[in-house]
């Protein structure tokens, strides 16, 4: 069955953000013939905890979860407008961003002395083998985890680019292949949360990672060499793109989270009172002495900040030359402090070019082409991430049937 009936040109389906300090969620119009339309969104913080744990993250987590489906259920349609005449919700597309997901990419190649038909058999073995070499070498991914993606996201035959490899015949061919993983605890209890509230035909998952990717591909496809931040509440996630493709990724555990419990310690302010700080902090609008103290500290803070993320960087500039560009996404709170300290910060002990990074915030400004609003709804750039990653799978769906 098509996603879209004959007859229209849209659908209505649900998109959910899961990070490690919040969890949003929206209905969005979905449409083939012009950019989605934001209807509803409500975002629920995930509690704040003095002592991390993983347990009690996933716990608070699902909390949020089923205060955000719970408010979308009850609400969200009344507000988008709809009434009574409740649409339903065929699609429900769903980001995870670390610590919940973990992705790897995968580079396939074939050479044979004579060309050899590519077809989806061909590339399903050479996918396999790789599998086989990542067990053999010990590296495991996530115990305990299960696959949420596949994406191919580039191939080439006889050393030129393709979006059609199959039924192409070739004596070289190259495949980029990303794959993105999640504890199964984590994503059959979140499928659990969204059947009591949300009766959607068919649910997906997704790494933020590659939502992002895509909708940098489309918006900024002059560029492909480029670091990708992604920093949350709990986590600092850092992705490599290189010639156009995600090469490699990884985390440490610094986020918004950790600068407020350095502040809470050092001031014995509450978590609401050190939240307010953020702010005060980013436009240096902050007086007085308590004001002094705690600029003292924020400084300290980000220039740890600034310490854990050259170790990391370090990892990939063993093995490649840093490129100059840097996408940041972030809380719109701290996106300012973590914008000015890349762009501020010595980050002279990298492979980078002359000058330090250029740091593009992938705020509402620069996301703007990839979603419509209602006019009654906050801009939320992460949920018009996943809306645009959404509508572009779908109607690449619908026109595949």
């Known amino acids: ?11 209505v389906a649900l998109v959910i953000d899961i990070g490690s300090g919040s969890v949003g969620g929206a209905l969005v119009l979905l449409s083939r013939v012009h950019a989605p339309t934001v209807l509803y969104t409500f975002r629920s ?50 980001s995870l961003s670390a610590p919940f997901v973990v992705s790897k990419t995968s580079f396939l190649r074939l050479h044979n002395e004579k060309p050899t038909k ?15 070499e990542t067990l053999a070498s010990g590296e495991t991914i996530l115990e305990g985890s299960t696959q949420i993606e596949q994406k191919l996201i580039q191939s080439t035959l006889n050393g030129y680019e393709t979006s059609a490899p199959y039924g192409k015949t070739a004596q070289a061919a190259e495949f980029v292949v990303f794959e993105g993983y999640s504890l199964l605890r984590v994503t059959e209890k979140i499928h ?3 059947l009591t509230h949300v009766h959607s035909k068919h ?8 939502i992002t990717f895509i909708a940098l591909r489309e918006l900024y496809s002059y560029e492909k060499d480029f670091l990708l931040a992604d920093i949350s509440g709990e986590q600092t996630e850092f992705s490599m793109i290189r010639k156009g493709v995600p090469v490699e990724s990884l ?47 924020f400084t300290q803070a980000m220039e740890k900040w600034r310490s854990e993320s050259i170790q990391a960087l370090a990892h ?6 840093l490129p100059k560009i840097i996408f940041v996404t972030a ?8 914008q000015q300290v890349i762009e501020l910060g010595d980050f002279s002990s990298l492979t980078i070019p002359s000058g330090g990074f250029k740091v593009i915030p992938l705020n509402s400004e620069h996301i703007a082409k990839l979603v419509r609003w209602n006019s009654m709804q906050k801009h939320d750039p992460f949920i018009a991430l996943i809306a645009s990653f959404a509508n572009r799978l779908l109607v690449s769906k619908n026109s595949n049937q």
């Open 251 to 297: 985390t440490f555990p610094f986020g918004r989270n950790h600068i407020a419990r350095i502040l809470m310690k050092d001031t014995s302010i509450p978590h609401a009172g050190a939240s307010s700080f953020f702010k005060l902090y980013a436009n240096d609008t902050g007086t007085g002495k308590m004001f002094d103290h705690v600029r003292k500290i």
């Open 118 to 132: 590519i077809t989806a058999a061909v590339f399903e073995s050479l996918l396999e083998h790789a599998h086989k």
């Open 192 to 194: 659990d949360i969204l």
């Open 1 to 11: 069955m098509s996603f879209f009936s004959p007859k229209k040109e849209s659908e």
């Open 203 to 210: 649910v997906s998952f997704h790494s933020f990672e590659l």
């Open 316 to 321: 990939f500039s063993t093995n490649f030359f």
């Open 331 to 338: 809380d719109e709170e701290v996106l300012p402090i973590f």
């Open 45 to 94: 913080e995930i509690p704040f905890q003095e002592e991390v744990s993983g347990l009690r993250l996933l716990s608070l987590m699902l909390q949020a979860l089923t205060e955000v489906v719970t408010a979308v259920s009850h609400e969200g349609f009344t507000q988008a407008g709809f009434g009574t005449s409740r649409p339903t919700i065929r699609e429900t597309t769903i």
